[in-house]
């Protein structure tokens, strides 16, 4: 029963995810954030969940920082999903 409300929950609020998704990336890159591991947990799913939310946020981000700097934040999030597969498996987080 909880899960069906959940899921219409979620269907009533699309962007829902994105939102989390894009908070959480902002407190970890902007703001003082002294626990990044905690934080970070819940973004795989998330960018899974989404993935072309991820890629816009991603674009934007990265147009919105000087030129001299974008190159060196397209490698970072390229980083950050080195070796990362489509999947919520252990070895995968």
């Known amino acids: 029963p909880y899960a069906g409300m959940l899921g219409q929950h ?3 609020d699309m962007e829902l995810f994105a939102r989390i998704l894009s908070s959480i990336f902002n407190i970890v890159l902007f703001e003082e954030c002294t626990n ?3 934080m ?11 993935p072309a939310f991820y890629e816009e946020y991603q674009r934007k981000l990265i147009a919105s920082v000087a ?7 397209q490698e ?3 980083k950050l999903m ?5 999947n919520l498996e ?3 987080r």
């Open 67 to 73: 030129p001299e700097k974008q190159v060196k934040m």
């Open 76 to 78: 970072a999030f390229q």
């Open 36 to 38: 990044q591991w905690s």
């Open 40 to 50: 970070s947990r819940p973004m795989l799913p998330l960018i899974l969940i989404n």
């Open 82 to 86: 080195d070796g990362i597969e489509k």
């Open 90 to 92: 252990p070895k995968n």
């Open 10 to 12: 979620f269907q009533k």
